[in-house]
């Protein structure tokens, strides 16, 4: 299947979901379980690993039929699909059928050409640290930090071991969104929600790219590699996450 096909799979098997919810609220209950399961890869502490498993079982148990559930890994099959094969904002342009939320979300192309005018020369880097870090504060679902990501493959490099990004978004299905597909996509990622102009940080997370990236290179990004300040902090948290938390059954 190309990407095109692979989204109207999941389209179809999201309208194939409890009908009583509607696909709005099935698609953002995908996002954030898979936020969940992917999330307690790197929780900080066992009570951040235990919020996490349990807003996970809260949208669980409202399915009544778990056979709906048992769909949503076939969801997060083909989103890693169509993100590894590139060129698509997957989850951000499935979101973008749905315009009563006010969004609007950059089409990829456009977030290619933006990649290769603003990355242009980052193989320097590369040569110089090992990897270049990359900041985002809108991220909305990442699709910037794909097309990056996907320049970088495109000349032969591995996004896991020579990128890292830094991004910010303030709505929280669309950081639900962001934070899904760059741990789909492999990306090591200091993830936000929270505004970049007030400062505010409502919740973080590292996607699970982050653990090898640090056996790799010690730190997520270089002392003067920091994000621009106009971009929300990284949260004061410990770095060092839970290496084998038990994993959520439904996704593990």
């Known amino acids: 299947m190309n990407t095109q096909q692979m989204k109207a799979e999941f389209i179809k098997l999201l309208e194939g979901l409890d009908r009583s919810k509607g696909r709005e609220e099935n698609f953002r209950n995908f996002c954030e379980m898979n936020f969940c399961a992917l999330a307690k890869k790197t929780a900080h502490d066992e009570e951040r690993a235990n919020q996490l498993e349990e807003r996970y079982m809260s949208i669980v148990h409202g399915y009544n039929n778990k056979d709906d559930v048992r769909e949503m890994p076939k969801l997060s099959a083909l989103s890693m699909q169509a993100l590894h094969m590139g060129g698509c904002d997957f989850l951000g ?8 939320n006010g969004q609007f979300f950059t089409p990829y192309d456009v977030s290619k050409m933006m990649a290769l005018i603003t990355f242009g020369g980052f193989e320097n880097f590369i040569e110089e640290d090992g990897f270049f870090s990359v900041s985002d504060p809108a991220a909305g679902a990442g699709c910037m930090i794909l097309a990056a990501a996907d320049m970088i493959e495109e000349k032969g490099y591995s996004v896991m071991d020579t990128m ?11 950081y639900h969104m962001l934070y899904v597909q760059l741990s789909l996509r492999g990306i090591p ?31 997520l990004f ?11 902090p990284i949260p004061d948290i410990q770095i060092t996450p839970i290496l084998n938390p038990t994993q959520l059954s439904l996704f593990g």
């Open 164 to 174: 890292s990004a830094h991004v910010t978004e303030l709505s929280r299905l669309t």
């Open 222 to 232: 270089k002392e003067n590699k920091e994000p621009e300040q106009s971009s929300a």
């Open 93 to 100: 342009e499935i979101g973008a059928l749905d315009t009563r």
């Open 189 to 219: 990622a200091a993830v936000i929600n929270g505004n970049s102009l007030s400062l505010e940080i409502f919740d973080s997370a590292y996607t699970p790219a982050m653990i090898p990236f640090l056996g790799r290179h010690g730190s």
